[in-house]
């Protein structure tokens, strides 16, 4: 069974990506902050925050054994700083993904 690791997977666009990847029959490795979604037999739900590094390291050897042999990553985890949708911007989510992936790796 093919592994995919779903950041953000409580929000609203990781929920819908978590039941499509787990519809279509993949092992989902469902990283979560605050609230895991809906249980399912092959669903994996790891509480994570990725504030900062220190924390990406911290997720990162805690579910060692379950990432292995995970072949994609969905990086849908938001942005760090909390605003209303309408004060988001494209540097947002560029420091975000900048923050969260490309520091970690």
Known sequence: MEKVLITGASGLLGRALVETFASEGFQVL?????RPGAV????????????SIRQVRFFL?????SLRNCSSLIHAYGPIRR???SRLRGEDFLG?????VVVAA
């Open 96 to 100: 975000a993904y900048y923050h969260n």
């Open 83 to 85: 605003r209303g949708t």
């Open 40 to 51: 399912r037999t092959n669903v994996l739900w790891m509480k994570g925050d990725f504030s």
């Open 30 to 34: 469902a990283q979560y902050h605050r």
């Open 61 to 65: 050897s805690t579910y060692r054994t």
